[in-house]
């Protein structure tokens, strides 16, 4: 077994090409939306509750910067069934689920677009991209859900219970309006982030160039959507060991930056708390580099880890770590199906190989990890998978009770969590007024979190 | 890149066949005896002290059960000269040093033999091994010992001194008569071991059978003459997690055992030391084994590096770590030479390719690591590859530290060698009157470290 034949940053993009429809000439993309339709986007809301559970808009960016390579745009009908048959596009990529834009039918009357027209996208009041109406289809939408993410008789063992509107990534699907726009999106208006995103905004092509220049050999994707505790530190540390005859040569975090549910650590903790890992070089600078996603999370683990995988292709990444209930929520899937769909494939998932052993599949390596946790008697944080066996003395890291210490202002022990990473959840506490998402925080976030530019325009006279 | 298509246990043996040249009936072993001339083998000694450097009787064991398949025998001058050369046997299998059978020439004269004749191996007084004598050829010891390592010319940054009679395995070369016999060798008599060895004796057949019933996929090797402080202990657990897209099932650590040198530590010391770390269950049984090769250490580095690489292949390992200074005394060869061979080759050594991607070259894959060292600030041991870079707060384990404490009876802390361990140098300690090897030690010790049943034999008439 040689080494890897693919270099962090040169490896092939999903489907061959990276792709960029972003538009970065100011009087270019005035000239194009002159005369469009506009439609200010929404977010998809939680039919119970009204808070918004999906903002179009993050898939929008993402697709647009070639995070979702070789996706150009919105699926159409055809798209859609052969990704819910196959798990593959028309033109035989894999790809795990479909990426649709949705609109009220109202509004579609309202607008009065037909096929071969073009629609510009507003949002927070600006111009913000457009996109091509290729096709105008019904979808039944709990169906779209449903055939998303797979079924217990269809999968056995693999989907332990049947989806439903508590999963949030089912509910994002079913709560969509029945009625998709296909077409290519393009994107006129750069977002403008604060910070922390600004500094952290790394979309594919300067992650790739950015793993050039630091001359990356091989590059460990890391998901995350938490402040990082020293059980997710060492997941990092003990995964990047396995790269091919030598360890990877860095870790690229990858948060997941979307709607937020109650409870979560608040983004700019997430990104500075990762970043503060490499600051107070726990894991050095020069082996470790923070980004960011936007996307809303599917919760859908084995079909959720696939697109993890695309992503992080094309960010550049060689490696991509998966470990206990990855992108998971409660027990709808078995805790180890991303290792089970890695090692051989979950047929009645419609995925009869693992996404790396199959025609145009991924070419990132996936690795596997089992669980990290503290043992007393080693005195040390172990990898259960092949280390000690001292059982009775293994402490978990309890979400709950870091969350719990957190709330009373308590510090955690810094075998839990290091104090620079807990001062990083103290700055944006004091800043916030509160360190996990709350009612207020949901209803002052701008979704998605970004701010556009004024652009010059007038509607169709 | 999919999981390996080589499993441990099942891996093919370096040259396609396992060697198994052991005579296990005791009366074809006295018929095949009868009327042999007999030689006593005697240990190669170092000409300036007087003491063992090498004992042949290590090669005969490791040739025999199959640990350096597929060489039958000792080589021929056709062989030594291709291995030499090219680090090839002449059928073009990739071997790195001459393995030579060497007598004083006053010895032959008395024995009377020539080629075609066979020689009956006693050892400790007993019939031992039978060697075909196909060749008696002439070469000059020097000329064979710095062949072998190579020279700063041949390979400047690799070699970084030139070998001389300080280098414990140029002087075993060195130091053998000029006179040698080239020809298969016959096991006849098997070694009868003492505790520990005798539970830890589990030649290439055995290992391989073993990894199979306990379900081992994937396992790496570990070689050591060390009893293991907690940074070999993660040497092992770390090396462990590079694998496929898993980590590997287990480790083997394969003592090598052979003459020894003032200031070694004792070898049960080292067996069962290695044995505590799984019984102690700091790495679970289910994920251990310790193991030994007879073999006096020639400390080749890069070139041994190669050995290693097949013994452990020949064992069933599908992977094999190596670190910094593997096999290595002195400054005589560049700290990281043999991750230098597993990278790119050395072609001035006589091995333009990787051993691990050239035709006929070894199957088990190369695990490269760089130190481990103890970090204050990240209160735990670190991978000094790609980790954090408090390098202010860095600690070495020193092995004289510990060595300095172990001779003054105090027990290091269990950040430095876990007490179970520590336990163990006691225990030998009590037992053989010294941690560590003593020239009373030296001069009590059978070499080899077994010894073998009666048997009938009747000389010549």
Known sequence: MPRDKHVAGKIPPHGGKLVDRVVRFRERAERMIQGLPAYELQPTKDPKTGLPIRHVGHEIVSICYGFFSPLEGFMTREEVESVLKERRLPDGWLWPMPIVFDIPEEDLKKLGIKEGDQLLLMLHGKPFAILDVDEIFKYDPKELATKTFGTKEAAPGIVQMDFDAKHPGWLQYASTTGTYIGGKVTLINEPVFDEPYSRLWTPPKKAREEMIKRGWRLVIAHQTRNVPHVGHEHLMKFAMLNGDIEPCDAVLVNAIIGV???????????????????????????????????????????????????????????????????????????????????????????????????YKGVLIKPVLMKEILYCRKCGELVYTGCWCNHKSEWSKFSGSFIRSLIIEGVEPPPLIMRPEVFQVIMKWWEKLGTPFVNKTYLSTRKIPPFDLKPMEYSPKK
Not at 333 to 346: D, E, N, V
Request: charged share 20%; hydrophobic share 35%.
């Open 260 to 358: 937020k549910r109650l409870g979560d650590y608040v983004d700019e903790a997430i990104l500075e708390g990762h970043e503060m890992v490499n600051k107070a070089g726990y894991i050095a600078p020069e082996h470790h580099m923070v980004t960011f996603t936007l996307w809303d999370m599917k919760y859908g683990h084995p079909v959720e880890a696939v697109l993890h995988a695309i992503i992080r292709q094309n960010m550049g990444c060689t490696h991509h770590m998966f470990g206990r209930d990855h992108a998971a929520v409660g027990d709808y899937y078995h805790p180890y199906a991303a290792h089970t769909l890695w090692k051989q494939g979950i047929p009645g998932l419609g995925f009869p190989e693992p996404p790396h052993e199959t």
